[in-house]
């Protein structure tokens, strides 16, 4: 079992209870459409929280960065985590695609200052929401949670789903 499995079987674990009233809404759903409910688990903190909403309003629960869905970005927050962010910063806009880049990372900036920190990109929501659709005819509940990250000031997210009726 690799990390992140052993991770969110302990999170269900901690969280199932709370996980039973959107299993039920969902299991009461005659059909998948965008109102479909989905659970958001906050496991940042030692007490993980659930949020209930619904797939096609998921991102006015976790802020998401079209930004992010850039190549060019995703090397560069890669390359800052692996060593010092103001190198990797000034590698980035010494480079043969810096115009590029700092286009990019200018929309990056304005998002995070118009909608504050992304937790994820809008192709992870989109495919998050696919993924729901998928859970629903499974007879599933479709679930992400943030997890802490290697530093204080960073995240992951995990996608996955469970059977309404181990839930219920």
């Known amino acids: 079992m690799g990390d992140s499995e052993q991770f969110v079987k302990n999170l269900v674990g901690d969280v199932r209870q709370l996980l039973r009233a959107p299993a039920n809404l969902v299991k009461a759903e005659r059909e998948w459409s965008l109102s479909t409910i989905c659970a958001v688990i906050d496991a940042r903190n ?4 659930v949020v209930t909403t619904h797939v096609g309003t998921i991102n006015s629960v976790l802020v998401a960065s079209s930004a992010l869905d850039h190549p060019l970005l995703q090397s560069f927050l890669k390359r800052a985590r692996e060593s010092d962010p103001e190198r990797a910063l000034t590698e980035f806009l010494d ?16 998002e995070r200052e118009e909608k504050g920190h992304a937790v994820w990109s809008v192709g992870d929501s989109a495919a998050f929401v696919a993924k729901s659709r998928e859970a629903w ?29 181990w839930l219920s």
């Not at 115009?99 to 929309?107: L, M, N, W």
């Not at 499974?138 to 530093?151: K, S, Y």
């Not at 997210?157 to 309404?164: G, H």
């Open 137 to 165: 005819k499974d007879r599933e509940l479709a679930c992400v949670a943030i997890t802490p990250g290697p530093t204080s000031n960073t995240h992951g997210v995990l996608t996955f789903s469970l059977p309404l009726d």
């Open 95 to 110: 480079s043969s695609e810096a115009e590029a880049f700092t286009e990019v990372y200018e929309r990056y900036r304005e």
């Open 46 to 49: 030692s007490a993980p929280q």
